[in-house]
């Protein structure tokens, strides 16, 4: 296949899993969020690292729990293709409302490896780099977080995730 209509291909693919993903959110599905992860995918986020579907649901579960409902808000995202796996960066935003009455607004950006199963994208590997927690007017303090420059730069295995204050 041409590597201009493959990287079409996997876009759109990559595109409709970050909508199932939000969407997924927004309702607080766990099995509709549990399927956008491959079996033995890792997700990165707030000093957590969850392995496999079953902790990834649970971490998810964990985090919405006080929340009324989140607002997924995903870009366009950056990505280097190859074959059926392909690697990127997404800037997202959430605004968020809690159950004890107060908003919230998120700034990150994902760093993804994708695998493609099944015709199907799923995340093998998600990195939540939090930049911002507070509130919706973005009156609060940016984190310190490790920048990864420039595409393709990316965070190792073992980079830690930015912890959010509480």
């Known amino acids: 296949m041409d590597q201009r209509l493959a990287h079409i291909l996997a876009e759109s693919g990559i595109r409709e899993l970050w909508s199932r993903y939000a969407d997924a959110v927004w309702r607080k599905d766990f099995t509709a969020f549990e399927d956008c992860f491959t079996d033995d995918a890792v997700w990165k986020i707030a000093g957590i690292t969850a392995r496999g579907r079953s902790e990834i649901v649970g971490t998810f579960a964990a985090s919405v729990e006080p929340t009324e409902k989140v607002m997924m808000r995903v870009g366009n995202s950056l990505l280097q293709v190859d074959g059926g796996m392909a690697s990127g960066r997404t800037q997202v935003s959430e605004l968020i409302k809690r159950k004890d009455g107060r ?14 199963t099944d015709s199907v994208w799923r995340f093998h590997w998600h990195h939540f780099n939090l930049y911002y927690l507070g509130p919706p007017d973005l009156s609060g303090a940016y984190l310190d977080v490790m920048e990864y420059g420039p595409p393709p730069g990316f965070p190792g295995p073992d980079d830690p995730t930015p912890i959010p204050p509480r």
Not at 103 to 116: C, G, M, S
């Open 103 to 116: 908003a919230q607004r998120t700034l990150a950006v994902y760093y993804d490896r994708f695998v493609e």
